[in-house]
C-alpha cells in the first residue's frame, strides 16, 4: 500500500466518469497545490485518492471542489478528506 509521509493529506473524490484518468484529475486538482501521488480505481470505476503534499491544498482542493469547472470525463460531485 501507498503511505503517506506525515505532512501529506489524502483526499478522496467520488463519482468520477469510468474514462476519467490520473493526469485529468492531477490537471484539475493541481491548481490547489502539489500532488504527490494519484490512485484511480478501475475495478470497479468511479473514484480516486490524491496525495497532496500540504494538508491545507487538500482542504483546499475540497472546500472549492463546488467551483472548479471540471472537464466531461471528470464531472467529480463528492471529495473529503480521508485518512491514510
Do not use: C
Not at 23 to 31: A, H, K, P, V
Amino acid at each position: 500500500p501507498h503511505t503517506l509521509p506525515p505532512a501529506m493529506s489524502r483526499i478522496y473524490v467520488g463519482n468520477l466518469d469510468e474514462r476519467a484518468t490520473e493526469r485529468e484529475l492531477e490537471d484539475e486538482f493541481g491548481r490547489y497545490g502539489r500532488i504527490h501521488y494519484t490512485w484511480v480505481a478501475r475495478k470497479p470505476p468511479g473514484f480516486a485518492f490524491i496525495d497532496f503534499e500540504d494538508p491545507r491544498d487538500a482542504e483546499d482542493a475540497v472546500r472549492k471542489l463546488d467551483d472548479a469547472s471540471a472537464s466531461s470525463s471528470l464531472a467529480p460531485t463528492a471529495a473529503s478528506i480521508h485518512p491514510p
